[in-house]
């Protein structure tokens, strides 16, 4: 069964940036299209970028492009979102999901397996 936990979350001035990390355990990472999600308080679970198995195809939020980048290392089983230029707007819970050898999508309902999420917090 896999496993995901999600790290490197934290406090972060306006402008500033955070790398944070989704781990899989359980089982092999590389098998699995992986999607980065937030979730600000009051507000429904929404898609910021995936990535597939192998990293050849990556989707990015349009309210992202050009801040955030994923990457993945599957040799360390695991996958990157590193957020640059962040706002206040960006504050919400970061949670990474998994679904196994299939295209990237960026709806909550198409992922299988969910890490516990990890917080980012943008303020001066």
């Known amino acids: 069964q896999l496993q995901l936990v999600e790290s490197g979350g934290g406090l972060v001035q306006p402008g500033g940036s955070l790398r944070i990390s989704c781990a899989a355990s359980?089982?092999?990472?590389?098998?699995?299209?992986i999607g980065w999600f937030l979730q600000a308080p009051g507000k429904e679970r929404e898609g910021v970028s995936c990535?597939?198995?192998?990293?050849?195809?990556?989707n990015l939020a349009d309210f992202v492009k050009g801040r955030f980048t994923i990457s993945r290392d599957n040799a360390k089983n695991t996958v990157y979102l590193q957020l640059n230029s962040l706002k206040p707007e960006d504050t919400a819970v970061y949670y990474c999901a998994a679904k196994i050898w299939s295209s990237c999508a960026m709806s909550a309902l198409a992922y299988d397996y969910w890490g516990q999420g990890t917080q980012v917090t943008v303020s001066s």
């Open positions: 359980g089982s092999t990472l590389a098998t699995y299209t």
């Open positions: 990535i597939t198995s192998g990293g050849g195809t990556i």
